[in-house]
């Protein structure tokens, strides 16, 4: 029995789940990352004109700065559209690295809670590598780069609207509106430090994803997606969803019924 202000029911403490897509929900071991990387140094070779090798101090640089290549171009001057960018740097990624994830698939879909993919990845990204993964149908929402930066392309000068990514507040107060959530109640997945910390500021529960130690804003550390049960069970507890009561389930239960396509995964 769990006790919430004046009222009293056995429930889960989460209502909505934000999932983060990238390095979260797919392993950052996929070969993916060192591919983006060489995207984006090609893009500032053959777009903006740099060299090599100043493109790669260049993207070091303004990731460090900026948070992302593009928001760092455009606040130096550079007139980068966004859809331009994104073609480019993801693109011209080797998807086929990313392959399904039955196991995911299934875990997902025994999470009866809202759940909204919240990414800094453009939706184009998003839907092609939430396809590979097989799980594109499994989520409410996507809360991704277009969301947070609707404007973008309507500025009469690059620097009229700074890019708003994930860690800043600014993307994670549009993501609690968007979504419509209590953040009280929200559990927030990410693999990125500074993503979680940003969350936990806005008052989210979080999970820190691809790590066995917590941080000091992580309420939760899982090595990867895949052991969210393990982890925080408490998701499927007994609650009331869409007005019908949920079964509630053991521990115990909720693992051997994911374990059907764990099997050999
Ligand atoms: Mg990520």
Redesign the pocket.
């Known amino acids: 029995m769990v006790v919430f202000g004046n009222s009293v029911r056995e429930s889960s403490s989460f209502d909505t789940i934000l999932f983060?897509?990238?390095?979260?929900l797919y392993p950052g071991n996929t070969g993916l990352s060192g591919a983006l990387k060489r995207n984006i140094e090609d893009f500032l070779v053959e777009k903006c004109g740099f060299s090599e090798t100043q493109a790669a101090t260049l993207r070091v640089e303004l990731f460090k700065t900026y948070g992302s290549t593009l928001a760092g171009l455009r606040v130096l001057g550079y007139n980068v559209d966004a859809d331009d960018y994104h073609s480019v740097v993801h693109g011209r990624l080797p998807y086929d690295l990313i392959k399904a994830d039955p196991q995911l698939r299934n875990l997902l879909n025994s999470i009866s809670q809202r759940k909204i993919i919240f990414t800094n990845s453009d939706r184009i990204h998003a839907m092609k590598a939430m396809d590979r993964l097989g799980i594109a149908d499994c989520f409410d929402q996507i809360i991704c780069f277009e969301t947070m930066n609707p404007n973008l392309s309507k500025a009469t000068r690059p620097d009229e609207f700074p890019v708003v990514l994930k860690p800043s507040m600014e993307a994670l107060k549009i993501a609690l509106s968007v979504a419509e959530v209590d953040p009280r109640r929200t559990l927030f997945l990410?693999?990125?430090v500074r993503n979680i910390a940003a969350g936990k500021a806005v008052g989210l529960r979080t999970a820190l994803v691809g790590k066995t130690m917590k941080t000091k804003e992580a309420d939760y550390a899982l090595e990867k997606v895949n052991n969210l049960a393990q982890v925080i069970p408490e998701i499927w507890v007994n609650g009331v969803e869409k007005g019908e009561p949920r079964i509630s389930r053991t521990n115990s239960e909720i693992e051997s019924s994911l374990a059907i396509t764990a099997v050999g995964a």
């Open positions: 983060d897509l990238d390095d979260t990410d693999d990125n």
